[in-house]
Structures are given as structure tokens and as C-alpha cells.
């Protein structure tokens, strides 16, 4: 499998009240949730390698290391961009950068592993034996 250094990815969404940090359980204010910012990292992630995949292939988040460093308020569209900096087998590293109208809101690295998605929820599936 080789895929190239340098793709790229994004991932839009809109600051909502379902998306903020009150209504997710990570704080208690009506701003961008971190958690839903590192989701559009990893989403911005999957998009920039997913059509390089094989049949059967897809990728899992294995590791996240981000800051997010503004808040945004509901109604501001916020999008995350990531670009593949490390190909190293099964395993990828992206860096990953978060925006919203006013500038950037967060940024770091992400790492994912490509597997076959078949064996992998087998695997997963065993657990419960």
C-alpha cells in the first residue's frame, strides 16, 4: 500500500446549539465543543485519504493531540483542514488545523490505521465471546 505524502482533506460544519460544549458535556457554555472540533479534524482526516483506499479499506483514529485555541460562537461556520505529513505502513499522520470565519481556532496532529474493515469489526465483534 502506498499512498502519497501531501493529500488533503477539509470538513465544514455551523456552530449550533447541538454542537457546543454545554450541550455536548464538556463545559458549560454555548461555544464550539472541542470535542465536536477534534470530530471535524478527524473528519477532514478521513476525507483526504478515503479515495485513495482499497476495496474494503477504510481508516481508525488512533491518536489525537490538538489544542483548541478560541472559542466560537453558534451561527459562525467553523471547517478543519488536514494534510497527510507521514505515511508509514498501515499507519498515517496527518496535521490537522481547525478555522472558523475569524481565523484559526485549533491545530495539531492525528494519526489513523488502515484496515480492512471486514476483519476489523470480526475483532471487534469477539469481544462479546
Known amino acids: ?3 502519497a505524502i501531501g493529500l488533503k482533506g477539509r470538513a465544514d460544519s455551523l456552530v449550533t446549539p447541538m454542537n457546543t460544549a454545554r450541550a455536548m458535556g464538556s463545559g458549560t457554555v454555548p461555544v464550539f465543543a472541542t470535542p465536536c472540533m477534534a470530530a471535524l479534524m478527524e473528519n477532514a482526516a478521513v476525507q483526504a485519504v ?4 482499497g476495496e474494503g479499506e477504510s481508516t481508525v483514529g488512533t491518536r489525537l493531540d490538538v489544542t483548541h485555541d478560541a472559542a466560537t460562537p453558534i451561527g459562525m461556520k467553523v ?17 490537522v488545523t481547525a478555522f472558523d470565519e475569524t481565523g484559526k481556532i485549533g491545530g495539531g496532529t492525528h494519526q489513523r490505521a488502515v484496515v480492512q474493515v471486514d476483519r476489523f469489526l470480526a475483532r471487534t465483534q469477539a469481544k462479546w465471546n
Open 1 to 3: 500500500m502506498s499512498i
Open 79 to 95: 471547517w478543519a483542514e488536514a494534510e497527510l505529513t507521514e505515511a508509514d505502513g498501515r499507519k498515517l499522520t496527518f496535521s
Open 50 to 53: 478515503q479515495p485513495e483506499l
